[in-house]
């Protein structure tokens, strides 16, 4: 392997957007997410819509339009 070419690996803490907070280990120092083990949906077992941009509005405008397309 090359020397000096590779990034640092140094301790980092994750803040995720529900609270909880994590130390791992990565290239950056600090690390901000939206969803993390703590809240998603398929390790907590509850069912939690996450909303960005009206994405979860767009996708249903869009299965209604198919739909009917496809009944006709």
């Known amino acids: 392997m090359k020397n000096d070419i590779h990034p640092k690996y140094v301790t980092c803490q994750v803040h995720c957007g529900c609270g909880s907070t994590f ?6 120092p600090e690390l901000r997410v ?8 398929f ?12 994405r979860v509005e767009k ?5 209604d339009k198919a739909a009917g397309k496809a009944k006709n």
């Open 34 to 41: 939206e969803i993390c083990a703590a809240c998603h949906p």
């Open 59 to 63: 996708f249903r405008r869009r299965y």
């Open 23 to 28: 130390t791992t280990r990565a290239t950056l």
């Open 43 to 54: 390790y907590t077992g509850t069912q939690k819509f996450v909303d960005t941009a009206g």
